[in-house]
């Protein structure tokens, strides 16, 4: 469950709020507003996702740092790794030649379950298993760039 409803009196957005008089779950409209703008973004509204990352980045590229009005909204953990449904924290903001050179590297790769990013902590794994991620993972995401490990012996 993404907000919990009882937190021992504490506020469920995490903000460590304690809860008084007749409220039952946030302490404030700014939590409400805050818990559904984090909802909108795990459940993947790219309107949502696209403002929060505009505010955070300002269109600057995480890679080379060149403003690109048409920036990409790009997931540091790949969705096909299980970075889907995850907080702001597994985007990153990259004009469009870095987001392509991404995707180049990601499209080429034979079998997906063989990929290897140091600095993403992805393991190889089978299956789906990495898809309930959570926030807390996605915090400690250190972006670098992707090693592809090839696994047959040629």
């Not at 980045?57 to 790794?81: L, N, R, S, T």
């Not at 970075?83 to 080429?108: M, P, V, W, Y």
Request: with cysteine; net charge positive; aromatic share 12%.
């Amino acid at each position: 469950m993404l907000f919990p409803i009882n937190l021992g009196g504490f506020c469920s957005c995490g903000c460590g709020n304690r809860l008084v008089g007749k409220k039952r779950k946030w302490h404030s409209d700014e939590c409400k507003k805050h818990a559904l703008n984090l909802f909108y973004i795990v459940k993947g509204d790219n309107a949502v996702i696209r403002e929060n990352l505009a505010n955070r980045d300002g269109g600057f590229c995480f890679e080379c740092g060149v403003y690109d009005e048409k920036w990409q909204a790009d997931h540091i953990w790949p969705v096909f790794k299980g970075g889907g449904a995850c907080s702001l924290d597994n985007f990153q903001t990259l004009c469009s030649a870095c987001h392509s050179e991404k995707s180049f590297i990601l499209d080429r790769i034979p079998d997906r379950s063989y990929v290897f990013a140091t600095s993403f902590n992805i393991l190889p794994s089978s299956g789906n298993a990495s898809r309930a991620i959570s926030n807390r993972i996605c915090e400690n995401i250190i972006r670098d760039t992707i090693t592809v490990f090839n696994t047959s012996v040629g």
